[in-house]
């Protein structure tokens, strides 16, 4: 398997612009969540999908964000419109939980510098 | 989950064991220790986790305590990509929540 699989690897856009960042979970993989790294808050939950269903969005920042999970190889999280604030690495994870395992696998993130 | 605590940061020599620790006084029954580590610029990355016995794998192998209240993890060899922050995490698995990253350590290999 190719393992979580994430882009761009790198954006750049202007304040107020749209962003979309894309994510394949690994397959079979049943929950899918999305992650922001900070220097200042370091690694935070934005949500996280049960079988393409939102369960808890508690950690999205604000109604610019919002998360999309259309089928079960597939997850978006969109930002509009963007600020500056919002640079960051934003990870994608995927995990099948078991009773005695449930091991998140991360993908390689998106570097989002908004200017 | 529990709480956890790991010194911020440690030295290791190359080709020499990392024994790191992590402090887990309030850990209940049902809860595992989990090993992540982020590499510089990389997405976290999962080591071992374990629930009362030792485990080891290809990676690492993993102590804890008969108490459990606290655990070492050991990279027997370490080399320079080991150089990374670890993350020790205490959760009742198959709990499909998110995870929570405490600060680390950050482990540097020296040459």
């Known amino acids: 398997d190719a393992g979580v699989i994430q882009s761009p690897r790198h954006e750049v856009t202007e304040m107020g612009q749209e962003v979309t960042l894309r994510c394949k979970p690994i397959?079979?993989?049943?929950?899918l969540f999305w992650y922001r790294q900070t220097m200042m808050r370091g690694l935070e939950l934005l949500i996280y999908?049960?079988?393409?269903?939102?369960?808890?969005d508690s950690g999205m920042p604000e109604d610019r964000f919002s998360a999309k999970m259309p089928n079960a190889s597939f997850s978006t999280l969109k930002i509009q419109p963007s600020e500056p604030r919002d640079s960051a690495v934003y990870f994608c994870?995927?995990?099948?939980?078991?009773?005695?395992?449930?091991?998140?696998?991360f993908g390689p993130g998106t570097r989002l510098t908004v200017l | 989950d529990a709480k956890t605590t790991q010194p911020p940061s440690m030295d290791c020599a190359e080709g020499r064991a990392a024994n790191l620790p992590c402090n887990h006084s309030?850990?209940?029954?049902?809860?595992?220790v989990y090993w992540y580590r982020q590499i510089h610029s990389q997405g976290p990355q999962y080591i071992i986790h374990?629930?009362?016995n030792n485990e080891t794998n290809e990676m690492a192998s993993l102590i804890i305590t008969e108490d459990r209240k606290s655990s070492t993890l050991i990279l027997p060899h370490a080399t320079l990509r080991d150089t990374a922050v670890y993350y020790c995490?205490?959760?009742?698995?198959?709990?499909?929540?998110?995870?929570?990253f405490g600060s680390g350590t950050q482990l540097t290999v020296l040459p």
């Open positions: 374990g629930l009362k």
């Open positions: 309030t850990i209940s029954g049902n809860e595992y």
């Open positions: 995490i205490v959760r009742e698995s198959g709990s499909a929540r998110q995870l929570t």
């Open positions: 999908f049960n079988n393409n269903v939102p369960i808890d």
């Open positions: 397959s079979g993989h049943d929950y």
């Open positions: 994870a995927s995990s099948l939980p078991r009773p005695s395992t449930d091991t998140q696998y």
